[in-house]
């Protein structure tokens, strides 16, 4: 299994990212796909969550709204689109997958919100 995230950067608030999540080594269109993040300080949080298939999708409160989760099963990647960022938004983010009993992670890419 690998989890290969990119899209991160530096942004103004008020901004946009998106953020990708190449996915291999499990079928990939028949599972949940997961986006968390981690500030420092703070402990690792559920961002966003996509069920497949049928699409359907979950997010923190602190970015409905704001945030879209998505996949392209054809290219085995899950992606999120984050408009209006703001300062708190700043962290590293995750792609995540439970598969088989086990939990998996990428590498994560830095979201740093700054003016």
């Known amino acids: 299994v690998q989890l290969v995230e990119s899209g991160g950067g530096l942004v103004q608030p008020g901004g946009s990212l998106r953020l990708s999540c190449a996915c291999s080594?499990?079928?990939?269109?028949?599972?949940?796909m997961s986006w968390f993040r981690q500030a420092p300080g703070k402990e690792r949080e559920l961002v966003a969550k996509?069920?497949?298939?049928?699409?359907?999708?979950n997010y923190a409160d602190s970015v409905k709204g704001r945030f879209t989760i998505s996949r392209d099963n054809a290219q085995n990647t899950v992606f999120l689109q984050m408009n209006s960022l703001k300062l708190e938004d700043t962290a590293v983010y995750y792609c995540?997958?439970?598969?088989?009993?086990?939990?998996?992670w990428g590498q994560g890419t830095q979201v740093t919100v700054s003016s």
């Open positions: 995540y997958l439970r598969y088989l009993r086990q939990d998996y």
């Open positions: 080594g499990f079928p990939f269109s028949m599972l949940p």
């Open positions: 996509i069920i497949s298939p049928g699409s359907s999708t």
